[in-house]
């Protein structure tokens, strides 16, 4: 990038020279002129070739196209100038990428190059060349280089690069470390978990080499602006052309309509807004989830994980049977080890906490949505919600559902645990809403937006929860597939959905919605496909911000475009009129570029904003 800024300097200052010879010497430094001006173009020349390997068409060409036919026409001078004008645009665009460049530097500086790996001596490795399963070493104070899993008894980790709080963050052994986040105890030992495309570091990657490319995919809206433009402007020129019979003239709308700054101004604006976001802790992975998140009308929320903590606690244990309550926990605990759920955790903790032994559960099969099933000795054990009761054809008396009922009243979650076809007893658990749940839901609403909240929960438990934090409107009992339905029926409406989960059984949802937005890195590796924005510290308070923030982005990319075209069209009408000539045109053009550069670097301020 440095490089390009000094060759284009360096051009700059050879085809000035060159015209200053020309006027001083004229005809004997006219071949040198000619020289330096064909080569002044290759800045030019080059972005057409590595465009073209992309199978794309710069929209420089029609620059390089204009000054063949001006060196054609023997219009050296005049092809001279034209060059330096564009030259003096292309410094100032690689001026306004640096500053692009040094706002997301923060980010990719945090990324280590190399870590140690743990073999008979500690060897140092590129982190290209670290293999999954392998154990690396992270001496305090060092940056975890790839994304693990700790085994040393414990440590503090700083993970504000990822999620922008610079508070520390106690790990156990076996919890993830995400790479970029600082060691702040002694040296540790992880195993490499994660060295994929997938990880975090990788997407971060991504982000900072797609925002240092020119090359960034457009989002649909400016493509087809572009496109449009650059029609209007070869139709025009023809038609003058025919009209005038004036080479210069046609050469000159042609100059003054191109849209070269179309295919600078949403780059350059995405990638300034997409890394203030990610310092921020919101890693919006593409222009084109911005370009969504701006239209947004409906939020989805997934209840569990997403506006709950995730964690839910065992509250109490009814048995109903003729099994003890004991026994009842440890039947339930030894079935649920087979579920990954987050349900099943509680019980399973409950119940090694009492130092119940494991009963031995033979055929698991995870009920997705509703439980789990299995065997202990002939009986078959079912451990779920009222839906999985009605599978198995379990009775339960009014009684007991009062029981039930009464408890999710208060926003429990009842978990029947069935043996041998009869109820046995009632386990309830509770999560606890985040506490910034309550005043996101509102803020959400003061930007008009319609919230929702999808849930396999009991209705009443929702009920409950979403009349605590005010959110519109409430599906509960719903299995995976319903959440599906439901986002893609909302789709053939007019609403845009966003639907938020962590991406631990939501996934097809998050995929299905108009933006995914996952909660957090956990479950990342499954969702980072399925969601185009990450909300990297579980921070849902954040979600208003994104959404304010992608307008902004978008407004800007709208006032670009409208000062951008209402210029353009000014210096057409001037070169009709003959009040202005080709280097007119192309000043006036390089011009427009600077205030519309300009004005996108107002949002460099957005994070001042909030
Ligand atoms: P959510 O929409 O809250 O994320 P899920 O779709 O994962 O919920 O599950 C829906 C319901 O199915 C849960 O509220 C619970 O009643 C029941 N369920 C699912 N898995 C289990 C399990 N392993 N043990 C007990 N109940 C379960
Ligand atoms: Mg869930």
């Known amino acids: 990038m440095i490089q390009k800024r000094l060759t284009i300097a360096a051009l700059l200052a050879a085809v000035l020279l060159a015209i200053v010879a020309d006027l001083l010497f004229s005809q004997k430094a006219q071949a040198v002129m000619i020289f330096i001006t064909i080569l002044g173009l290759c800045p030019l020349i080059f972005d057409f070739v590595v465009a073209a390997r992309h199978k794309r068409l710069d929209l420089g060409f029609p620059i390089i196209i204009t000054v063949i036919i001006l060196l054609i026409l023997a219009s050296y001078l005049t092809a001279a100038v034209f060059v330096l004008l564009i030259l003096s645009g292309e410094l100032f665009r690689e001026y306004i990428y640096k500053r692009v460049q040094d706002s997301i530097r923060d980010i990719s500086r945090s990324l280590p190059d190399t870590a140690w790996l743990k073999r008979e001596q500690p060897v140092e490795v590129k982190i290209s060349e670290i293999k999954k399963g392998e154990t690396v070493i992270v001496k305090s104070g060092g940056r975890v280089p790839v994304d693990g899993i700790l085994q040393t008894e ?217 439980g789990i099933t299995a065997k202990w000795g002939g009986k078959i054990v079912a451990v779920g919600n009222r839906q999985l009761l009605i599978d198995e054809k379990i009775p339960v008396s009014s009684q007991d559902l009062a029981t039930a009922e009464a408890r999710e009243e208060n926003g429990s979650t009842a978990i029947f645990v069935a043996i041998g076809g009869q109820l046995a007893g009632i386990i309830f658990l509770a999560d606890q809403l985040r506490s910034e749940a309550k005043t996101t839901i509102n803020n959400l609403r003061h930007l008009g937006l319609k919230t929702a909240m999808l849930t396999g929960d009991a209705k009443k438990v929702a009920d409950k929860i979403a009349g605590e934090i005010g959110i519109d409107q409430v599906r509960a009992e719903l299995s995976p597939q319903d959440k599906i339905s439901i986002i893609n029926q909302g789709k053939d409406t007019q609403e845009k959905i966003a639907m938020v989960g962590d991406g631990i059984n939501d996934a097809p949802a998050l995929a299905g919605a108009n933006v995914g937005i996952a909660m957090g890195l956990e479950g990342v590796e499954l969702a980072l496909d399925s969601a185009g924005v990450v909300l990297v510290n579980n921070n849902l308070s954040l979600l208003p911000d994104a959404i304010v923030s992608s307008k902004k982005i978008f407004r800007v990319i709208k006032t670009d475009l409208v000062v951008a075209s209402a210029i353009h069209f000014g210096v057409a009408l001037l070169v009709i009129f003959n009040v202005i000539g080709i280097l007119g045109s192309a000043l006036f053009h390089q011009l427009s570029s600077a205030v519309v550069l300009i004005n996108t670097m107002r949002l460099f301020s957005i994070n001042k904003r909030s």
């Open 154 to 370: 414990m440590t503090a980790m700083d993970e504000s690069v990822i999620t922008g709080e610079s508070r520390p963050i106690e790990k156990k052994r076996g919890a993830t470390l995400v790479a970029g986040s600082i060691n702040l105890g002694d040296y540790l030992e992880m195993i490499a978990s994660d060295v994929s495309t997938n990880s975090t570091i990788a997407q971060l990657h991504k982000l900072v080499d797609e925002a240092k490319s020119k090359n960034a995919p457009l989002s649909r809206f400016t493509t087809h602006y572009a496109e449009v433009t650059s029609l209007v402007a070869l139709f025009s020129t023809i038609i003058l052309f025919l009209v005038r019979h004036n080479l210069y003239q046609a050469l000159a709308l042609w100059v003054a309509l191109v849209p070269m700054i179309f295919a600078i101004i949403v780059p350059v604006a995405t990638t300034v807004g997409i890394s203030l976001l990610a310092k921020r802790g919101i890693l919006v992975k593409h222009a084109a989830a911005l370009e969504n998140l701006t239209k947004i009308t409906t939020i989805v929320f997934d209840k569990t994980g997403t506006l709950t903590k995730g964690t839910p606690e065992l509250q109490e244990i009814i048995a109903l049977g003729e099994f003890t309550q004991p026994k009842l926990l440890q039947v339930a605990a030894s079935t649920e080890q087979f579920s990954e759920h987050e349900l099943a955790r509680p019980i399973i903790e409950k119940a090694a906490s009492e130092e119940l032994p494991k009963e031995n559960i033979t055929e698991p099969h995870v009920v997705e949505g509703r």
